[in-house]
């Protein structure tokens, strides 16, 4: 699906898609609850992989919105986005394992 370029908020959120084009222009991204294909299940149609591909997308995305989209890694293109200064991670399937750890209190 080819979202439209005109503005800069895009919302597509329940509209049970896999995979789709995002413009340059886009500063504020919702695509939550929507089963989104990671880069690890399939890197040709993840939008998550074209994103990291092209830099635009670092200078212009502020804000992204993946809740319930089913995820189980947090998308690589993430840590790329140097203008996020909002991300909606609810409700995924992402788990986190934490070292062990020790704490000594006195």
């Known amino acids: ?3 439209p370029s005109a503005g800069v908020l895009c ?3 329940s509209d049970r898609l896999t ?3 995002v413009p340059r222009t886009v500063a ?3 695509v939550s609850n ?4 990671s880069a ?6 993840s939008m998550f992989v074209r994103m990291r591909a092209d830099d635009a997308y670092a200078r212009h995305v ?3 919105n993946l809740s319930r989209c089913g995820l ?6 993430v840590p790329a986005l140097r203008c996020l200064t909002s991300l909606q991670l609810a409700r995924n399937r992402i788990a986190v394992s934490l070292p062990y750890v020790t704490l000594h209190c006195p």
């Open 19 to 21: 995979t789709m084009s």
């Open 34 to 37: 929507n089963p989104l294909v």
């Open 11 to 13: 919302c597509v959120a």
């Open 72 to 77: 189980r890694f947090v998308p690589h293109v």
């Open 40 to 45: 690890e299940q399939d890197a040709r149609a």
């Open 28 to 30: 504020d991204l919702d």
């Open 1 to 3: 699906m080819l979202l």
């Open 62 to 64: 502020n804000a992204l």
